[in-house]
């Protein structure tokens, strides 16, 4: 088959990726959270070197692929460590509140503990919730003893760290 019939990678779409979404919520994060953000800025800007050494129109396709990636995550990360509005643990509440600690029990009576995190740190399977999520909402500003609903479901507050 002739070269003129082969179909290059569709490389140069992935050099003007667009952007990752921003939510529109406010950036709230925990000290953890937040040397996080720090730390992936910092990859990321080595990474991006490291890439760049080669000029631009030497690269291969891969490279400039993987340039472009980069270059669009640390557009991303960037943006979220500049709005980023570091909370300052919250001692002696007797209220649920970010980056407080729950321990929930389901009307099953299965128990789930979970830390309400910013956006970018949440991992429902770590046991890290955003505050935007509808359970997190559900929870902010609950007692112990007290039940939250979310969705068709109910669970009451049993512990909060």
Avoid: C
């Avoid at 003007?16 to 990321?44: K, Y």
């Avoid at 631009?56 to 640390?74: C, Y």
């Avoid at 299965?110 to 399977?125: C, F, L, N, Q």
């Avoid at 939250?148 to 669970?155: D, L, P, W, Y």
């Amino acid at each position: 088959m002739s070269v003129a019939f082969t179909k290059e990678p569709d490389v140069e779409l992935l050099e003007d990726l667009p952007d990752r979404p921003i939510s529109p919520h406010r950036n709230l994060v925990t000290a953890e959270g937040l040397a996080r953000i720090e730390q992936e800025v910092e990859r990321l800007q080595h990474e991006l070197t490291q890439l760049q050494i080669t000029p631009q129109d030497e690269q291969s396709p891969e490279e400039r692929a993987a340039t472009a990636r980069v270059a669009r995550d640390l557009r991303y990360w960037t943006a979220r460590r500049s709005s980023a509005e570091l909370v300052p643990p919250m001692v002696g509440t007797d209220r649920v509140h970010f980056a407080s600690k729950v321990t929930i029990e389901r009307e099953d009576g299965r128990r789930h503990t979970y830390r309400i995190v910013g956006e970018d740190e949440a991992d429902p399977s770590q046991g890290l919730i955003s505050h935007v999520s509808p359970l997190a909402k559900a929870l902010i500003g609950r007692r112990v003893g007290e039940s939250a609903k979310f969705g068709n479901n109910e669970a009451a507050v049993i512990h909060i760290a």
